[in-house]
């Protein structure tokens, strides 16, 4: 039966406990008696019914009967039923109050939409009414699930009969109903510390991918602002390559894939146990800040709506924080306790409750904040706990992950990487996905909603200040970073977080609600500090209490705080009841700010190596930033003056702390330390920090960041002797890290960046500063980035400053080759070397080549597409040299015979000459050889590998052997025969050969029979392969047993 809506007037007057003024301003006040008119339009309640209240859009719950049920003039509308207090509205001049009867409806609509009963008539018998006292206070800041009411559940019946079933039902189907509903409504709380003015942020979508890395003792993992291996693309554009309704499906795809390395085919039980426990558990990992709770609050929503796992009966959301690790517990209370739901089941109705979540297929758990468990034991094993007895809440967290308990429900982890990894192994969800932040149109998209119209011009200045730009894809950095450029008119070339919070945190001060609340904050900070090193981040009143910090205070830091430009509104604690920080990294900037500005310098002196911690990264990070001058001069009004005077002092113990490390070599290591001295911008810790770097630093595939190329920048800038050699090889370099290394590149002798997906804007970025370096880099390797014609065109006017230039793979065609051979063609000292392979030259682009390759000592053109009529036009210019080509390297190229006799020509101009895989037979090969005959000095190379020559081209080589030093011929289709001759040769020879190498030839034993005389003039022998039996290993080793110098 549907009951009509009618509105309501409400005007209070100024007599009760609250006053609130603003509720009874307005011309057109009107005195009504609300339990009149209420029971007027619902005659069909009892008088206890409670009923939901519609206060300007704010549902709230009466009991009329009791004594908070609105009344004639009454100031502020008391819901002490069933679940709420009202809530404080500030501006709101008339009340239009909206009476419901479904409990449905029953929760504030602003923060959630109404809940979802599986039988919308059959609803949970909802809690009595309870004093003013014992109810918390909805405020908008005060998220529902920390009110300290607890929902009660239904009754089940005393015991089992064969007439119950139907009374089970019902009793099932309300609590699966309220249990839904408080999913409905933790998962509809606001997670941003920061809205619009007049509305709250509007979710953007999030990259995420599958499987990371492995979960297992190789897993690499730290801090807050650098993922290592376990994060390898977290900086990349965020591109997603799963979807979140297909994570369980990729879940039991690993599990069955690992199932057949760990059972035998008989064990077909084993094997649907292992898939059905593994399968249903999934691990969200990202560091904090990404989006992993309002990812997790988002999935869970759609659950509730069968939108991402189908249908759903039990679906339980765990705040992780929220959890009681001190007390035993039934693991139904452990699930009820941990969503604020009162129950007082018997151990035989806990029972029944169990064996059905149990059995039941549709069952979803999610885990929000694996990090935040107030425990430290995780990597310790424990016996799996009973399902009916009480048990510590860390042994059913532990057991649910690795899928021993409740193996058909899927449940859903989400954590930062390192406490995932802390996991003993037995624990550790077999299928991770990571979440990687905002993409590019996921930024806009919530930089437009930030900055309106101005975003344009904030997003140019982040484009231009990629150190900026870099931990932006982190949703609380962009937001942040976002009202710092928005509010801030100074320069600001060298930005970090640390100087954007300390902006913020400043600003936030000077607003109107916290003036006079300056002298508070050194509370509020020792209140961070100390809960941090407890790892506590939730706090109740009697926290604030003993640290000094009064209700009016907490409310102040708990209001939203309105920018001075733009709309955005910041919030630094929320909650109120039980608060906590709006979000962990301004817990760990107070704990810094308290470490560098408050603490005593005995007792920071005491705490110096917990710094190195993985715990305190973000808090080191911190402390290093307050060094910086700029942001102590910021910070310095906030504090009494006796704290900045140890400011200096605390500084100067942070210089000896680094000073006294012993010479780095990990690569973890190292850019941690960078990252403290770029947060610092202090040039005498960057000094002492680039003094520990070794002079060549390999740091290839150890997974950087653009906030760690900046950091490493900064800190080679301030190195006394430039770095010898300096390789980030297969890492995400990208167009930003290009920038930042391009600042230090005046103190780097070798920069070696293979594989870092660099485009042509980095490359430019490059070559302006090569351009303008004193001293020359000795090598340029860019091997593996798509630079295209454009990089290469880049790359000309720095050509003098380069020595050696690799440029393999570069997706370079030949109008990027001839712009590139102009350049070559105009210096006035040869390039050492010039790496051109695997791009798209082909014979019209060789040409350009052959006519620069006076300024080239070594040209290596693997896989080219040259053919013979290029091979000519290149040759034409190797004819004309007056210094011999030191190296060429035509593999790959599809020379075959006529490109040989071409070569044959110039073989006098070509120290060395590499011709893998170039498609030459037998003749192609004798008119080589021709060639090599009439030198007057030997070649120290010939390379044919992979080139059918047979034993006609073994012979061939016979007659020009010694002619060349080391001679190359793996794969050439040389049987015994072939090598014979070659032998005979050989053993004529004046001088050894330096190297002969016959692997994957079929010389078999009387080819080595051969060889046997003649190892005596062979410097090294190469044989992998060649069908030799023992017969032969003997004869050569005879062979061997003869020489008088080893081989």
Not at 54 to 82: R, W, Y
Not at 440 to 464: F, H, M, P, W
Not at 887 to 901: A, F
Not at 1040 to 1046: A, F, H, I
């Amino acid at each position: 039966m549907d009951y009509p809506e009618r509105q309501l007037n409400l005007t209070q007057k100024p007599n009760d406990t609250e006053t609130h003024p603003s509720l009874n301003e307005g011309p057109n006040a009107i005195v009504h008696s609300a339990s009149e008119e209420f029971r007027s339009l619902m005659p069909h309640l009892s008088p206890n019914h409670p009923l939901l209240v519609d206060v300007q859009g704010k549902n709230l719950i009466f009991n009329l009967e009791s004594e908070q049920a609105p009344q004639i003039g009454d100031t502020n509308i008391h819901t002490t039923g069933p679940v709420y207090n009202a809530p404080v509205y500030q501006q709101h001049i008339m009340q239009h109050v909206t009476v419901h009867h479904t409990y449905q409806q029953a929760h504030c609509s602003s923060q959630l939409p109404h809940p979802r009963y599986l039988d919308k008539t059959k609803t949970p018998k909802l809690p009595a009414t309870s004093s003013l006292s014992e109810q918390p206070h909805c405020s908008s800041q005060l998220p529902s699930s920390y009110s300290s009411c607890k929902e009660t559940l239904p009754k089940l019946p005393a015991a089992t009969s064969s007439h119950e079933p139907a009374q089970y039902d019902h009793c099932f189907s309300a609590l699966i109903a309220l249990i839904r509903q408080r999913a409905e409504v933790i998962s509809g709380e606001e997670t941003s510390l920061a809205d619009i003015a007049n509305s709250p942020i509007k979710p953007v979508n999030l990259a995420i991918v599958k499987e990371p890395t492995r979960i297992d003792d190789e897993f690499q993992a730290d801090g807050h602002y650098r993922r290592r291996q376990e994060l390898v693309d977290v900086y990349k554009i965020p591109e997603s390559d799963i979807t979140c309704e297909k994570m369980f499906a990729f879940a039991k795809d690993k599990a069955k894939e690992e199932v057949d390395q760990k059972f035998t085919p008989d064990d077909v039980k084993a094997k649907q146990d292992y898939i059905e426990k593994h399968g249903n558990v999934v691990g969200v990992v990202g560091q904090a800040g990404i989006g992993k709770t309002t990812s997790s609050k988002k999935w869970a929503r759609q659950c509730l709506r069968g939108e991402l796992f189908g249908e759903t009966s039990f679906f339980f959301y765990i705040a992780i924080r929220r959890i009681d690790f001190t007390r035993k517990m039934t693991l139904l209370d452990f699930f009820l306790s941990a969503m604020s739901i009162e129950q007082d089941y018997n151990r035989k109705q806990s029972r029944n409750i169990l064996d059905v979540i149990g059995r039941d297929p549709n069952v979803v758990i999610i885990f929000d904040g694996f990090d935040e468990a107030a425990i430290e034991s995780f990597s310790k094993e424990v016996s799996q706990p009973p399902l009916h007895l009480k048990s510590k809440a860390e042994n059913y967290l532990k057991h649910l992950a690795a899928g021993n308990l409740l193996p058909r429900a899927r449940k859903i982890f989400t954590s930062r990487p390192a406490q995932l990894y802390k996991l003993h192994p037995s624990y550790r969800p077999r299928f991770v996905i990571q979440i990687l932040g905002l993409n590019q149109a996921s930024q806009d998209e919530l930089g437009r909603q930030i900055c309106g119209d101005r975003y344009n011009d904030i997003q140019q200045k982040l484009v231009q200040k990629p150190n900026v730009l870099a931990h932006c894809y982190v949703p609380v950095n962009f937001i942040l970073t976002l009202n710092f450029l928005i509010n801030y008119d100074g320069d600001i070339q060298f930005v970090t977080l640390t100087r954007v919070l300390a902006f913020t945190c400043v600003q936030y001060l000077t607003t109107n609600h916290l003036r006079g609340q300056e002298g508070e904050l050194d509370k509020l900070a020792k209140l961070a500090y100390d809960a941090f090193l407890k790892m506590e981040i939730l706090f109740k009143s009697d926290a604030f209490k003993k640290a000094g910090i009064t209700e009016s205070t907490a409310d102040a830091f708990t209001n939203t705080s309105v920018t001075k430009h733009g709309n955005l509104k910041l919030t630094i604690l929320d909650g109120h009841k039980v608060r906590y920080f709006s979000h962990l990294v301004w817990q760990e900037w107070f704990a810094a700010f308290y470490l560098m500005m408050i603490m005593s310098l005995d007792e920071f002196e005491k705490i110096l190596k917990l710094l190195e911690g993985e715990r305190w990264e973000v808090v080191t990070k911190f402390v290093f930033g307050i060094c910086d001058s700029s942001v102590f001069h910021q910070l310095e009004p906030l504090v009494p003056e006796s704290s900045r005077k140890v400011w200096k002092l605390k500084k100067s113990l942070l210089l000896k702390f680094v000073q006294f490390k012993p010479k780095l070599s990990n690569g973890e290591e190292i850019l941690r330390l960078c990252s403290w001295a770029h947060e610092s911008n202090d040039p005498k810790i960057a000094s002492f920090v680039a003094s520990l770097l070794p002079d060549e630093l390999n740091l290839d595939g150890n997974c950087l960041c653009p906030l760690d190329y900046e950091s490493l920048s900064f800190v080679i800038q301030h190195r006394v002797a430039p770095l010898k050699r300096l390789d980030l090889s297969d890492n995400n370099v990208e167009n930003t890290g290009a920038g930042s290394l391009a600042r230090c590149l005046y103190n780097i002798e070798t920069l070696i960046l293979k594989r870092s997906k660099i485009g042509s804007e980095g490359v430019e970025k490059i070559c302006n500063k090569l351009e303008v370096l004193t001293k020359p880099l000795k090598i340029l390797d860019l091997s593996y980035n798509k630079i295209g014609n454009t990089g290469a065109v880049s790359l000309v006017p720095c050509l003098y400053n380069i020595e050696e230039l690799i440029l393999d793979d570069c997706n370079i065609g030949s109008e990027g080759v001839q712009k590139l051979c102009d350049g070559v063609k105009k210096l006035t000292k040869p390039l050492r070397k010039l790496d051109l392979s695997n791009n798209k030259i082909g014979n019209r682009a060789a040409a350009s080549v052959g006519y620069c390759v006076c300024n080239i000592e070594q040209l290596l053109l693997y896989n080219c597409q040259i053919g013979s009529k290029g091979i000519e036009k290149l040759c034409n210019g190797v004819l004309k040299l007056t210094n011999p080509l030191k190296l060429l390297d035509l593999s790959g190229n599809k020379i075959g015979n006529p490109g040989s006799d071409t070569l044959a020509r110039c073989l006098h101009n070509i120290a060395e000459l590499v011709m893998y895989k170039c498609e030459i037979g037998s003749t192609g090969v004798k008119k080589l050889c021709n060639g090599v005959r009439k030198l007057t000095k030997p070649l120290k190379r010939l390379d044919l590998s992979f080139n059918n020559i047979g034993n006609m081209g073994a012979a061939s080589l016979a007659r020009c052997v010694q002619n060349i030093e080391e001679l190359i011929l793996p794969r050439c289709e040389i049987r015994s025969e072939g090598v014979e001759k070659l032998c005979q040769a050989v053993e004529t020879l004046t001088k050894p050969l330096k190297i002969l190498i016959l692997s994957y030839n079929k010389i078999g034993s009387t080819g080595v029979t051969s060889l046997a005389h003649c190892v005596h003039k062979i410097d090294e022998l190469v044989l992998i392969l060649c069908e030799i039996d023992d017969e032969g290993v003997e004869k050569l080793c005879d062979g061997l047993k003869k020489l008088t110098k080893p081989v």
